[in-house]
């Protein structure tokens, strides 16, 4: 552990602008938003400012308390190595000319730490991470947080156990913002597509589909509420295979009260479909962290991901671990390309009963 003046001076006076520095995916991004929150707690007048790869930036686009959001596209690669590092120097040179009072960099690659180090704050926070044990990872932070117990933790608190070192109040609700032009939108696909009164998100797919549970039982499930009187909205990624999922799905159903909105939607506007929705049924996917973030009912699917770090945060409604019946494989020794479906130990009638349970 470094221990730094730098963060005494900061208790003097308050920082006025702050850098966090996530470089991960959608769902990551997302459960960075207590971090962001405790610090606007903190100190309200600091602009606050995040560094992500470019193609998550709708996660935090419209939050209310980030400044400004500076992204790294990993197309620049494609540019060749001259525009790619012209690219990358401009970005050092913006960051640097912000003068940031405080970084926090939640992420573990060197590139973060670099990037933390160019920006000359003089308060620059990093986790103490076993695999960056060493002078170069401590030489671009002035203060190293610990990750003993991030083992048993959930990835939210993991992220916040950061700014444990800045001695202020963690909050642990997870944001996810969207702006009401993307609502109005929504109610326009929902409009022409004959969606009327009050609905339930399906969300089955996700980019991983050992994560997914079996067609048949998912069309069983939704062919259930159908009965019961609902109108049911299925959702998912722009992929083609997603969307090939989806219609397998509808076409073992009822063709009453069943709508695709697959691959149509932003993910700000899927927030807002989700937030005005009586119920969100899905797998392991971004989608389930948005569901549980908006408090909207939610029975979330879950299989071999690690369910301590993954679960959907403070959920309101339930969650349903394959793992209670049938056995699941080591999470970090999972072939990603396996066609195995982990999920498809889960009854149908398990799923049903939790979905009418909120549906009350």
């Known amino acids: 552990m470094i221990m730094s003046n730098a963060l005494n ?24 938003t207590p971090v962001i929150n405790a610090l606007h707690q903190a100190w309200p007048h600091a602009k606050i400012d ?60 060197w590139r973060s730490a670099v990037v933390t180090r160019f920006t000359g704050a003089p308060s620059r926070i990093g986790f103490d991470f076993n695999k960056r044990r060493g002078w170069i990872w401590q030489h671009c932070h002035t203060q190293l947080a610990s990750v003993s117990g991030h083992q048993t933790l959930h990835t939210v608190e993991q992220n916040l156990s950061i700014i444990a070192p800045l001695n202020i109040a963690p909050v642990r609700d997870v944001t996810m913002s969207y702006q009401p032009g993307d609502w109005q939108s929504v109610q326009s696909k929902l409009q022409s597509n004959g969606v009327e009164g009050s609905y339930i998100v399906v969300q089955p797919t996700s980019r991983w589909f050992f994560k997914c549970w079996d ?37 073992l159903c009822p063709s009453e009260r069943i709508h695709s909105l697959a691959g149509e939607l ?36 879950f299989g071999p991901s690690k369910l301590t770090f993954w679960s959907p945060w403070d959920v309101v409604g339930e969650v349903i671990w394959a793992g209670n019946y049938g056995d699941l494989p080591d999470p970090d020794k999972i072939d990603t390309n396996t066609k195995e479906r982990y999920l498809d130990a889960i009854p149908v009638d398990i799923v049903v009963a939790a979905a009418r349970k909120q549906l009350l």
């Open 215 to 251: 067609e048949g039982k998912m069309a069983e499930t939704i062919t259930a509420l159908q009965k019961d009187g609902h109108s049911l909205v299925l959702t998912s990624g722009p992929d083609k295979n997603e969307k090939a999922m989806i219609e397998k799905i509808r076409a």
């Open 9 to 32: 001076a900061l208790a003097a006076m308050p920082p006025t602008r702050i850098l966090l520095i996530k470089l991960r995916h959608h769902g990551d991004m997302l459960l960075t």
């Open 266 to 301: 932003t993910l700000r506007q899927l927030a807002a479909l989700i937030d005005h929705a009586q119920l969100f049924i899905g797998v392991d996917s971004v989608p389930m962290h948005m569901a549980a973030a908006l408090k909207t009912p939610c029975i979330a699917l």
């Open 50 to 109: 995040v560094l992500l790869y470019e193609e998550t930036r709708d996660m935090l686009a419209a939050h209310p308390f980030i400044h400004r959001i500076y992204g790294i596209d990993r197309k620049w690669r494609k540019l060749g190595t001259r525009q790619h590092l012209c690219k990358e120097w401009q970005l050092l040179k913006t960051l640097r000319e912000q003068k940031y009072s405080l970084v926090i960099n939640l992420a573990d690659q």
